[in-house]
């Protein structure tokens, strides 16, 4: 048993399906917004911004920014405790990309409800 | 045909470095790459490697040959050389102790780890434990495994991370006693398994697969490990 601190979950297992299951909300996020854009080639501000002032889009929204942090949480950690060995620069990195992460979610918060 | 050997001893050299020999090899015969190696040994007797069985029974004389890993007494002079150019290097990842020869340190430790014996804390029955053909026939594929580190010296992963990562060749091992019908200690081999590192490195990249010179496949091994796991913890 290998003791970590810093990743995500702390359970190898909890990260790794955390990772398919943001991977998965990830990939029907792409797809519908990719749908939607080819299926409305005319599409206006209103429209557009209609869709984003709906409920469940807001909820579908923000699943997929919770999802971005998640996925590249688990994704940076495993690549920084791979390939930076020294212990200050690895968790000064971790640090960055914790920070970084956080600061998506608020602001896409703010954005999504035009806070 | 042109023979590209890693040299390096620690004691003479300040860093390692390939010596080229030149070999004629006997016509109309496909000698294997452990054959080339004694032929060369007698010409220049300070090359070292291991060998023992000289039939892939042992697993001593893993080696990187022309940038695969494999068992050098069951590897084809044909199949390793391209371009009739023979290039021999020790396992990558492992610290060199000379020429071929590298230190399995690292990679028996983590074979450790993972208890490799059976744990039963039921009583012992009077002759033996049985199994039947069934739950017998779960373990092959498995229990063939010789230990050679091919395959986790062909593994990114263990090469980053040595002490945390399991390696295929460990976690076929693992499985091979998770599997074993007359084992006990499910549960708590499989806690020892639960962190980000021992099992779940594994990016399913499969080297280790392409190289196990016994046709193994623990990349399965990890999967059913795995399957394991979020049986148990869903």
């Given amino acids: ?115 | 045909m042109l023979v590209s050997i890693y040299r390096y001893n620690p004691e003479k050299d300040d860093a390692p470095y390939m010596q080229d020999f030149e070999i004629e090899l006997p016509a109309g015969k496909d000698l294997m790459v452990l054959d080339v190696l004694n032929l060369l040994k007698a010409q220049d007797p300070s090359i070292s490697y291991r060998r023992s069985c000289r039939e892939g029974v042992c697993g001593s004389d893993g080696m990187n040959m022309s940038g695969k890993n494999g068992l050098a007494c069951i590897t084809p002079v044909s199949a390793a050389a391209k371009n009739n150019k023979l290039v021999l290097r020790p396992l990558p990842g492992l610290p060199v102790v000379r020429d071929l020869v590298v230190d399995m340190g690292q990679f028996y430790k983590q074979y450790e780890k993972i208890k490799p014996f059976l744990i039963n804390d039921t009583p012992a029955p009077a002759i033996e434990r049985l199994q039947s053909p069934e739950e017998r026939e779960k373990l092959d594929g498995l229990y063939e495994c010789i230990l050679c580190a091919c395959c986790s010296t062909a593994c990114p992963s263990f090469w980053w991370n040595p002490d945390k990562f399991i390696g295929p060749s460990g976690l076929l091992q693992a499985y091979r006693f998770l599997a074993d019908s007359r084992d006990t200690a499910t549960q708590d081999r499989l806690s020892d398994l639960d962190d980000p590192f021992s099992v779940f490195r594994c990016h399913g990249i499969m080297n280790c697969v392409n190289v196990c010179p016994k046709g193994l496949n623990p990349t399965k091994a990890i999967g059913n490990i795995r399957t394991m796991l979020i049986q148990r913890a869903t």
């Fill in chain 1, 1 to 115: 048993m290998v003791t970590q601190i810093t990743s995500f979950g702390r359970s190898g297992l909890y990260d790794w399906m955390m990772q398919r299951v943001s991977a998965l909300v990830l990939a029907v996020y792409s797809i519908f917004i990719i749908g939607y854009l080819l299926l409305n080639p005319d599409l206006t501000y209103e429209q557009w911004s209609g869709l984003f002032e709906t409920t469940s889009m807001r909820i579908f929204s923000l699943l997929a920014l919770l999802s971005v942090g998640i996925h590249s949480w688990i994704g940076l950690w495993s690549v920084s405790t791979d390939y930076i060995k020294a212990t200050g620069v690895r968790f000064f990195f971790q640090s960055l990309c914790g920070l970084v992460m956080f600061i998506y979610v608020v602001w896409g918060v703010q954005v999504l409800w035009g806070l």
